[in-house]
Nanobody, 114 residues
C-alpha cells in the first residue's frame, strides 16, 4: 500500500519560514514525478512546485525565488522549503506523486499571520 505522509506545517508570522516534508512508503520513488500543491479556502487546488525523476524543477510564479523543492530518492521524501511567507500563502498543502499511478497525501495546514 502506497502512503504519503506530510509534516512540517503550522502557524507562522508573515516573513517567516516553514519546511514541509512528505514521506512516501510502499513505492520506489526513483521513477516518479513529485510535486506540492495547495488549496486555499474557496479556491481550486493549485500547483506550487514539482520535481522530475531527473531533478528538473518547476515553480509557479508565486513560488519562484521564495520556495525550493527537493527530493531524496533513497529516503523516499520530497520537501518544500518556504521562505518569506505571505498571508496569501495560507492554504492546505498537498504532496502529490505520479508515474504512472497517481497518489496524494492527506494535506497539511499552513497558516501565515499578517
Amino acid at each position: 500500500q502506497v502512503r504519503l505522509v506530510e509534516s512540517g506545517g503550522g502557524l507562522v508570522q508573515a516573513g517567516g519560514s516553514l519546511r514541509l516534508s512528505c514521506v512516501v512508503s510502499g513505492l520506489d520513488v526513483g521513477g516518479v514525478h513529485m510535486a506540492w500543491y495547495r488549496q486555499a479556502p474557496g479556491k481550486l487546488r493549485d500547483l506550487v512546485a514539482r520535481i522530475s525523476p531527473r531533478y528538473t524543477t518547476t515553480y509557479e510564479d508565486f513560488a519562484e525565488g521564495r520556495f525550493e523543492i527537493e527530493r531524496n530518492n533513497a529516503r523516499g521524501t520530497v520537501t518544500l522549503q518556504m521562505n518569506g511567507l505571505k498571508y496569501e500563502d495560507t492554504a492546505v498543502y498537498y504532496c502529490h506523486i505520479w508515474g504512472p499511478d497517481i497518489y496524494w497525501g492527506q494535506g497539511i495546514q499552513v497558516t501565515v499571520s499578517s
